[in-house]
């Protein structure tokens, strides 16, 4: 069982170029969610899902896209990436919505925009 | 704005110390999470606490919500070389559906 999958695991991108984190997690979970971790501000929420075809933003959505047409994928897109998105990305997928639900996270990407 | 503050922010002990840390809010969460983040590794969830006073014991940590539901703590007796991470506490509000708030995190290093 592979649970929460990520990729790339690294990645440099110049200013400007656009790209997509992928995530695909195995376990039929309904919610999945983007993190970005940065020194000293812990976890930081972009954006989730409830199920495919339904996202909703977080605390820091801005210069990040989201779809989820299945519930297996929930891929982030970066349109113009800037260096202030140079941080560590986490996926995480949990079986229901209720916040006491356990999340399972990926092993996270780790993104620098020069 | 981080709702909740985890302190301190580093500790560093002797193998067979105690150690405890805390997260702390102005906010009242219905549920909160505690998580151990290893380098290169996604957080993986150690214990969740939903009722005020709760406490919850996982072998050598003992977890505790505050009666209030609005601080928690976690204690480690007899730390381990192979409890040091990263410890993340997330907590969820009523309304705040699907929308799980971290802490800064507080890095934990035992040495031998």
């Known amino acids: 069982n592979a649970g929460v999958t990520q990729t790339p695991k690294f990645q440099v991108l110049k200013t400007g170029q656009s790209m997509t984190l992928q995530c695909a997690q195995d376990m039929n979970h309904e919610y999945m969610s983007w993190y970005r971790q940065d020194p000293g501000m812990g976890l930081r929420l972009i954006h989730y899902?409830?199920?495919?075809?339904?996202?909703d933003q977080g605390e820091v959505p801005n210069g990040y896209n989201v779809s989820r047409s299945t519930t297996e994928d929930f891929p982030l897109r970066l349109l113009s990436a800037a260096p202030s998105q140079t941080s560590v990305y986490f996926c995480?997928?949990?079986?229901?919505?209720?916040?006491?639900?356990?999340?399972?996270f990926g092993s996270g990407t780790q993104l620098s925009v020069l | 704005t981080q709702l909740l503050e985890q302190s301190p922010q580093f500790l560093s002990i002797q193998e067979g110390e105690n150690l405890t840390v805390y997260c702390n809010s102005s906010?009242?969460?219905?549920?909160l999470q505690w998580y151990r983040q290893e380098p290169g590794e996604g957080p993986v969830l150690l214990v969740t606490v939903v009722t005020g006073g709760e406490v919850k014991k996982l072998k050598r940590l003992t977890f505790q919500f505050g009666d209030a539901r609005k601080d928690s703590s976690l204690h480690i007796t007899a730390a381990q070389p192979g409890d040091t991470g990263l410890y993340l506490c997330?907590?969820?509000?009523?309304?705040?559906?699907?929308?799980?708030?971290f802490g800064a995190g507080t890095q934990v290093v035992v040495t031998p």
């Open positions: 997330a907590g969820g509000g009523a309304d705040s559906w699907g929308k799980l708030q």
């Open positions: 995480a997928s949990s079986y229901q919505v209720t916040t006491n639900e356990k999340l399972f």
């Open positions: 906010s009242v969460f219905s549920s």
């Open positions: 899902s409830v199920g495919a075809g339904i996202t």
